[in-house]
């Protein structure tokens, strides 16, 4: 699966963006997405990501800000983020792993095996 993120750019603190990782190749259904972001001189976190089954996991700092969703017919994987501020300025990736309906929901960057390019969000405060 080939991944593209995109829809990031700049925002004033406290606006929203809905960031969309679009995939291409065959059954997009089967994987878990997760969203990752990386700020400069910072190592990179989980934001979020949706099992192919629909359960969701979010970091703590991005809880009740930030809601991740998927269109599988669309084959794109979106990230709402609300309530944005200076903290959440980074580039943000999304990644795919294919899962088993009863696999846990991969939460580590080193769990997943595709990667897209990122997608720069910045925030003036």
């Given at each position: 699966v080939q991944l593209q993120a995109s829809g990031g750019g700049l925002v004033q603190a406290g606006g929203s963006l809905?960031?969309?990782?679009a995939a291409s190749g065959p059954s997009f259904s089967r994987y878990a997405i997760g969203w990752f972001r990386q700020a400069p001189g910072k190592e990179r976190e989980v934001v979020a990501a949706i099992h192919r089954g629909g359960a969701?996991?979010?970091?703590?700092?991005v809880k009740d800000r930030f809601t991740i969703s998927r269109d599988n017919d669309k084959k794109?994987?979106?990230?709402?983020?609300?309530?944005?501020g200076p903290e959440d300025a980074a580039v943000y990736s999304c990644a795919a792993k294919a899962v088993i309906l009863t696999a846990?929901?991969?939460?580590?960057?080193?769990?997943y095996v595709y990667w897209g390019q990122g997608t720069l969000v910045t925030v003036s405060s």
């Open positions: 809905r960031l969309s990782c969701t996991y979010y970091a703590d700092s794109t994987v979106y990230l709402q983020m609300n309530s944005l846990s929901l991969p939460a580590r960057a080193d769990d």
